[in-house]
Every structure is written in structure tokens, then in C-alpha cells.
């Protein structure tokens, strides 16, 4: 957490900046490891500050090692408070990651001469390339998240509802120490299975139909993405096509991502495939995001992406075909980008009939 702050204030001096405020409490949670923060100060040459309310002061006193907490009391102007120390720090220029309107202008107006400059993207710089401690918590939440989709599999049956297979899943990644989902589970059968973002409902489970599991879980505050497509019975030609397509194009882009890769060209070589198939009409998304605290965070992998992969960067790969009125096919796993390749974080079955 000291080096990550470190790393910020190394960041000052290219953005002009006399301090820095963090707003966003996944951007608070990252520097100072505690989730509850109102907000955090960073000053060039002075101790960091991380605002807290009262109900969070003690719980904040004992786990943050790298700031001084300063509580907020009832009724108290938190613009106000944040600006005050700024003035009394003799600050000239501040950042800042994320604010909405309201609070733009509340802080601006209480910081008066003191200019206030967006900069959000020094942030994103250090989160997007994930350090070892991060890297050790994302494997965890691999690792949960394959134990998830075992239990999926092991639960599946004709008639079984969608929200039941959830449960499943959900229960498993938690009683093997998930903090909780990454994201609400998605379990589509049938004809939901062509809705690339399907949800989960009460319909039943039939022999015969794609049934798509979207799920991840989270361990200490990261997150894991991981879909897989599965099917009770023997595939029909054409869902057998589908999921060749969608397999081949995963392949094709696993070995595309390195360090130095441009993320539009991984989406390409994907998309290159599923259209030699005769889909290319069928894949509507983007081949992949960065994942971490969030679970859609930079680098980007689609055809308008300017990103190029570093080592570090940990991204999804999820080519998919969706057919309306039939169903659709998506496989996607985590991966960590290397100097030299890439490795999948996640790793759980392929196998499409069940």
C-alpha cells in the first residue's frame, strides 16, 4: 500500500500536480486497504490523510498503516474539510480520479484559487498492472471460481431451474472462502443462452439447450471471470459448429496476448476466426476486458481498443456466437499477459455435452 502511494506521487510532477484527491472507494481501497474511506488526500511532501466518518474511525484506526485517519463528524462539510487541508498545505494544483457533478462543484467552490484538474488516468496506470500481492489474490479468485463451475456441472440436470444452478455455484465458491460474486451470476439456458448478457431466472433447465454460465468469484476484494457454455446431451451439428468456432477463436487469441500486443489486434484475430466459420455477424461484443478490483477495468481488448498489453495486465478472453431464436455460445477465462505469452488463471472444464 506505501509503495502504491509512492508510485502516485511519482506520477505528480508529469501531471503538474501539488496533491492528489482519491474519491472512488475501490481507488481508496487499493492505496490504504480499507474499504469505507470518504476520502483520501495525498500531498506531495506531506503525510496522506484519509477521511473517515465516524461509524468507520475505529475500524479505519486499526487497519490503515499508511495515512492519517481523520474522523468526519455528523452535520460536517466534507468538501469543505478535504479543501481546508489543501489551504493549509499551501496547495496550488490538485487531482482527482472520479467526482460527480454536485461534488465538483462543492469542492471547487471551497478550494477557491486553488485549481482542481481531472486525472483520473494516473490511476488507472498503476492499477491496470497488477502487483504480486494482487496477483496472488486473483489466482484465489480463479481457483474459487473453477471450484464454482465444477459445482454447476455436478448440478446439472433436465428441469433443474436457472436460479437453483446459482445457487449452487454461489454456495460453493463461498463455503471455499469467496468473499462474495464478482458480479450477479449469469446461468441462460435455451433461447436466453443468445443473450450475451442473459441473466438468471426461474425458467427450467431442458436436455438439449446451451445453457451459459457467466460467473466469478472474489477473494480479498479481487475478482475472477470465467464462462463456460454446457449442454445436457449429445450437440446438434450446428451447435457443435458454434461452440468449434468459439473455441478456436479463444486459442487464436490466447496466443496473440504478450506484453506489447495492441489490444484491437487480439480482438481481430478472434474475430477472424468466428467469421471463417460464418458468424462474424454473430459477435457483438468486445474480446475481452481488464479485471481486478473491478471486474471490467482497463486494458480493453475490442476493435476500437488503443491499449497495448503490458506484463502484469490481467484480462478476459471471451469470444462468443449468439444466434436469437436459437442460442449462443460463449467461453471466456482470466488471464494474466506475460513478457513472453500468457497464462489462464482460470481453468476449469471445456467439455461441452455434460
Known amino acids: 500500500m506505501v509503495n502504491r502511494i509512492q508510485l502516485l506521487k511519482k506520477s505528480f510532477e508529469k501531471n503538474e500536480l501539488d496533491a492528489y484527491i482519491v474519491t472512488d472507494e475501490t481507488n481508496m481501497f487499493y492505496f490504504t486497504g480499507f474499504e469505507g474511506g470518504a476520502r483520501l488526500l495525498v500531498p506531495a511532501d506531506s503525510e496522506n490523510i484519509l477521511f473517515v466518518y465516524g461509524v468507520n474511525y475505529d475500524d479505519a484506526k486499526a487497519t490503515v ?43 471547487k467552490k471551497n478550494l ?74 449469469i446461468i441462460a439456458s435455451g433461447l436466453r443462452s443468445a443473450f450475451p448478457h442473459g441473466g438468471c431466472t426461474s425458467k427450467k433447465v431442458g436436455k438439449g439447450e446451451l445453457i451459459q454460465f457467466d460467473i466469478g468469484a472474489r477473494y480479498q476484494h479481487y475478482a475472477a471471470d470465467l464462462t463456460r457454455t454446457f449442454l445436457i446431451g449429445k450437440p446438434t451439428p450446428k451447435q457443435q459448429k458454434m461452440y468449434k468456432a468459439v473455441m478456436e477463436a479463444q486459442e487464436k487469441a490466447f496466443q496473440k496476448i504478450r506484453e506489447g500486443a495492441k489490444g484491437r489486434l487480439v480482438d481481430a484475430a478472434a474475430r477472424e476466426i468466428i467469421k471463417k466459420h460464418g458468424f462474424g455477424q454473430n459477435f457483438p461484443h468486445g474480446l475481452g476486458h481488464g479485471v481486478g478490483l473491478a471486474v471490467h477495468e482497463l486494458p480493453t481488448l475490442s476493435n476500437v481498443s488503443k491499449d497495448i498489453l503490458k506484463a502484469g495486465n490481467v484480462v478476459t478472453n471471451e469470444p462468443g456466437v449468439y444466434v436469437v431464436g436459437y442460442g449462443g455460445v460463449r467461453v471466456e477465462d482470466t488471464v494474466l499477459v506475460k513478457k513472453d505469452g500468457a497464462e489462464r488463471l482460470t481453468k476449469a472444464s471445456y467439455e461441452l455435452p455434460v
Not at 500481492?133 to 474459487?144: F, G, Q, S, Y
Not at 446459482?166 to 471455499?176: D, F, N, Q, W
Request: proline share 2%; aromatic share 6%; hydrophobic share 35%.
Open 112 to 185: 477557491k484559487k486553488i485549481q482542481l484538474k481531472t486525472a483520473g488516468q494516473a490511476i488507472w496506470d498503476l492499477r491496470r498492472v497488477k502487483d504480486d500481492t494482487e496477483l496472488h489474490n486473483m489466482r484465489k479468485a480463479a481457483e474459487l471460481t473453477d471450484a464454482g463451475a465444477k459445482a454447476a456441472v455436478e448440478a446439472l440436470k433436465p428441469g433443474i431451474r436457472e436460479y437453483e444452478l446459482a445457487a449452487e455455484v454461489e454456495y460453493a465458491m463461498r463455503k471455499l472462502g469467496s468473499d462474495g460474486t464478482a458480479f450477479e451470476t
Open 65 to 107: 498503516k499508511n495515512c492519517n485517519v481523520e474522523p468526519m463528524q455528523r452535520g460536517d462539510d466534507l468538501n469543505k474539510k478535504v479543501a481546508d487541508q489543501c489551504k493549509k498545505l499551501k496547495t496550488k494544483r490538485v487531482g482527482f480520479d472520479n467526482l460527480d457533478v454536485a461534488s465538483y462543484l462543492g469542492l
